[in-house]
């Protein structure tokens, strides 16, 4: 099996060595990853520069080719380097991706909608950390061990066996603290855990500059936000690409008189 491993926080955080190691005993692992931090660019794509590639490095079991753009653009270079891709796999990713607000937002999950897009399955990891280790490339304190360790479980049952009819890619996302009594679900995701808000501050020029920010929001039973953040357990969730409905066409037809 042959699977392509990313992420949005750049070739030296820690859930990435952590899972790399971990996957690397479940077939041929390639890792092609930004080479440095990249959070919340989506599914963005480099398009008006040049990306640059490093050497592959070889590392215990597998190789890691670094290189100067988005996570995106790691899936678009493995099409590339890589034949017969099986499975693309993004993380361990610092700082959890739950509901549609922040997938939509993640670097990491946006590797794993590209190639849900390609029509290559994918699996996004993600854990709880603290709000100061969200950008950190580096240092992070949180052990990715045990997180990685289950990861591996969930790749390999996909791997055994693919994902369901009709589901591109699942998102899974680990709570801060994981033990032998961490229960797993099967969750919805919520369509939004954040309120935005711009803070205004004033520069010593005088000028006016903003920092947006976040505050947390309750999200419903079920989702999950709810599942990770207020019950501790991990969340597994579906990414399905084409979710219009012949109904919701249907619809539209009828409200533009087509």
């Not at 969750?187 to 010593?204: F, H, V």
Request: glycine share 10%; net charge negative.
């Amino acid at each position: 099996m042959k699977i392509c491993l990313t992420n949005d926080d750049g070739a030296d955080h820690p859930g990435l060595l952590k899972l790399a190691s971990s996957l690397s005993k479940l077939g041929t692992l390639t890792v092609i990853v930004p080479s440095n931090q990249r959070s919340a660019t989506g599914k963005a794509l480099t398009l008006n520069s040049p990306i640059r590639i490093s050497e592959g490095i070889l590392k215990d079991n597998y190789e890691m080719i670094k290189h100067s753009g988005l996570p995106a653009d790691s899936v678009v270079l493995a099409k590339a380097f890589m034949t017969d891709i099986d499975l693309v796999v993004a993380g361990i990713n610092g700082g959890a991706n739950l509901g549609y607000q922040s997938m939509l937002t993640s670097g990491t999950v946006g590797a794993v909608f590209e190639g849900a897009i390609m029509g290559i399955p994918g699996i996004a990891f993600s854990m709880v950390v603290e709000p100061h280790e969200w950008f950190n490339s580096q240092g992070v304190q949180e052990d990715y061990q045990k997180a990685a360790e289950i990861a591996t479980g969930i790749t390999e049952k996909v791997l055994s066996t693919g994902l369901p009819g009709g589901i591109d890619a699942i998102n899974v996302n680990f709570p801060s603290e994981i033990s032998d009594n961490t229960k797993t679900v099967v969750t919805k995701p919520a369509k939004a855990r954040i309120e935005n808000e711009l803070d205004r501050r004033i520069d010593p020029n005088g000028s006016p500059y903003y920092w947006l920010r976040g505050i947390p929001a309750d999200a419903p039973a079920g989702t999950d936000a709810h599942e990770v953040l207020q019950n501790g357990n991990i969340s597994i969730a579906p990414i399905i690409i084409d979710t219009v409905e012949n109904e919701q066409i249907e619809q539209l037809k009828t409200l533009f008189s087509l």
